[in-house]
């Protein structure tokens, strides 16, 4: 038979999240591990993985398609763009600093490639071109991408 504290935190995880944190922290500060609504604890520490995969994915998506952007449309460049690269590459690398193991993904090609995609076609949509102009497969390596100072000319 469930406590009645686990009970009320368990309530308190549908009813109100931030009681609910507040609450589970105190009850790990003090190791009342009898007390925790494990259940839900569990889901929110596979949460948070999943928040910096995409926090990561999210990112280099940016940087792809602005740099895509930058290679086939080089008549549309514009400082914003140059911002928007800078500031997501420099997302990616705190990402990577906090999270050394986030850089399994960068080293996946399939994970790249999806992400890749979603660049392509989000480029696509802003620059109006035809699928045709953009590259299949990511054109830039890992490397490439992460480089502050590396910007595509049209012809590579």
Not at 39 to 66: F, N, T
Request: include cysteine; hydrophobic fraction near 35%; charge should be negative.
């Amino acid at each position: 038979m469930k406590s009645i504290k686990l009970q009320i935190l368990q309530t308190l995880y549908e009813q109100d999240f931030y009681t609910w944190v507040e609450q589970t922290t105190e009850l790990l500060r003090l190791h009342h591990w009898d007390t925790l609504d494990l259940e839900h604890l569990i889901e929110e520490v596979v949460d948070l993985g999943k928040s910096q995969q995409r926090a990561l994915q999210s990112a280099l998506r940016l940087v792809l398609s602005h740099l895509l952007k930058w290679k086939y449309q080089p008549e549309g460049r514009s400082h914003s763009w140059q911002v928007t690269i800078t500031r997501e590459r420099l997302n990616i690398d705190e990402l990577l600093e906090e999270s050394p193991s986030l850089r399994r993904f960068l080293n996946d090609t399939e994970w790249i490639n999806s992400t890749y995609q979603r660049s392509r076609r989000e480029a696509m949509v802003e620059t109006g071109l035809s699928e045709d102009n953009f590259a299949i497969a990511c054109p830039f390596s890992v490397d490439e991408i992460l480089d502050l100072d590396f910007y595509p000319n049209p012809e590579q």
